[in-house]
């Protein structure tokens, strides 16, 4: 399963690459809390911004795990970029918390912004080191929680690097969704 519908609002996963987002609102970078270029996700939204974003985020910095802080976009097609500092896993505790802060902080950012649309990296996955499994579950738990409560965000999109990335979100997706029409 690669889409979900809840209060008239999307989620979606798909396979791509954030910095190729030509259709949305705000990319979510994976960021440092010095909000500077670096690897993976952070890498590639620097590297196609240009030294614009780097130089307006310079005064938000640093940020702690869990927060979220939007900037334009610069040299990116998206108008914003919101920069969210993941969890450290096995450093920063309790990382599954601070994950979910930085989805929940990322979506109403988002929201009172009055953005249409947020793509997603997955967000402590890479060089932070959290299990993408678990990950998937506690993003997709709270930005379904979120959903019934949003006026202005109509698509939630993740975008998952790899084939096998974008496999694991599907399986979470389908198995939260599972789990909700049981309860009902
Ligand atoms: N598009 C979509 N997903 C990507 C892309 C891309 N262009 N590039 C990587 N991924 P990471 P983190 C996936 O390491 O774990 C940085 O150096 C990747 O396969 O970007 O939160 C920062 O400066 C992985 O599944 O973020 C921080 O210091 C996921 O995105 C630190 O790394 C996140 O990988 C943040 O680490």
């Excluded at 990116?76 to 601070?98: A, F, K, M, T």
Aim: aromatic residues 4%; hydrophobic residues 40%.
């Amino acid at each position: 399963m690669n889409r979900i519908t809840r209060n008239g609002r999307i989620l979606e996963c798909i396979q791509g690459d954030i910095a190729r987002q030509t259709d949305i609102d705000a990319v979510v970078n994976a960021a440092n809390a010095q909000l500077q270029s670096g690897g993976g996700v952070a890498g590639a939204l620097h590297r196609a911004a240009g030294p614009g974003l780097a130089e307006e985020c310079a005064p938000m910095a640093p940020i702690r795990p869990g927060q979220a802080v939007i900037s334009g976009g610069h040299g990116l097609p998206n108008p914003h970029v919101i920069h969210c500092l993941g969890p450290v896993y096995g450093r920063d505790e309790p990382s599954d918390r601070l994950l979910e802060d930085c989805y929940r902080n990322a979506v109403r950012l988002a929201e009172s912004e009055r953005l249409r649309s947020v793509a997603f990296p997955a967000l402590s996955t890479g060089v932070f080191g959290y299990p993408m499994e678990d990950a998937a579950q506690v993003a997709f738990r709270t930005l379904l929680r979120e959903m019934p409560k949003l006026e202005h965000v109509e698509l939630l999109r993740f975008v998952l690097f790899s084939q096998t990335d974008l496999e694991v979100h599907e399986r979470a997706l389908e198995s939260l969704s599972k789990e909700e029409s049981d309860h009902e």
